[in-house]
């Protein structure tokens, strides 16, 4: 089964290609708030155009337009190639690909830059990496103090580990390639955007 990956959900844009379990080829770019620009050329530029039997879509939390953006093509091309969608935590896979790339790490604080200047935080755990602690967004203090000594990764790293005033610390931007090392018990979400905190505006009082 070919397998397609979108991850748009931070400043990164990445998709893979993944032929019964083995990446055939994958692409990631550093593009700011270009993914509407960036992401369908790179899908096209994998072998076969990017086509898949299935297709594999991060939900964020992370840029509310990145995300959005992922989710519309995953979900146009899903329709358009009859294939199913399904979708995945951005936290989840910097956590897998961070315990992939170096074994001596058993727990993961990840911090990732969210909005009103607070950081989406989760905490993992390997083998096999899954969550501990529930997705939050908190003001940098606070997530300073959820992270007690845990090393911090993600774009919100660095910001973090100010606020607590020691390390360690790792910048990491989700990558698709990734998704070889998240369990599939994590990658099976429905593909609608995780916001990781409630919407600013709020309907009027009656």
């Known amino acids: 089964m070919r397998l397609l990956v979108i991850e748009t959900a931070t400043a990164a844009c990445s998709v893979a290609l ?3 379990g083995v990446l055939v080829a994958s692409l990631h770019e550093v593009v700011g708030r270009g993914h509407a620009e960036r992401l369908l050329p790179m899908i096209a530029e994998l072998p076969h155009g990017g086509r898949a039997d299935r297709i594999l879509v991060d939900c964020g939390p992370g840029s509310f337009t990145g995300v959005r953006v992922g989710l519309a093509a995953a979900r146009a091309l899903g329709l358009g ?7 995945f935590s951005s936290l989840a896979l910097i956590a897998a690909g961070a315990f992939a790339a170096d074994a001596s790490l058993s727990v993961a604080f990840v911090a990732i830059t969210g909005g009103h200047g607070e950081l989406f935080v989760q905490r993992f755990v390997a083998n096999p990496p899954h ?6 967004s908190l003001p940098p203090p606070a997530a300073a103090r959820a992270a007690g000594a845990d090393v911090a990764i993600g774009s919100g790293a660095a910001v973090l580990v100010a606020a607590r005033g020691v390390g ?12 070889l090392h998240l369990p599939e018990a994590l990658s099976g979400l429905a593909p609608s955007p995780i916001y990781g905190r409630a ?7 009656a």
């Open 199 to 205: 919407p600013d505006a709020k309907p009027a009082a």
């Open 81 to 87: 190639w009859g294939v199913p969608v399904a979708g």
């Open 18 to 20: 993944v032929d019964d």
């Open 168 to 179: 360690p610390d790792r910048d990491w931007l989700p990558n698709a390639a990734d998704i």
């Open 131 to 136: 969550p501990v602690t529930d997705l939050a």
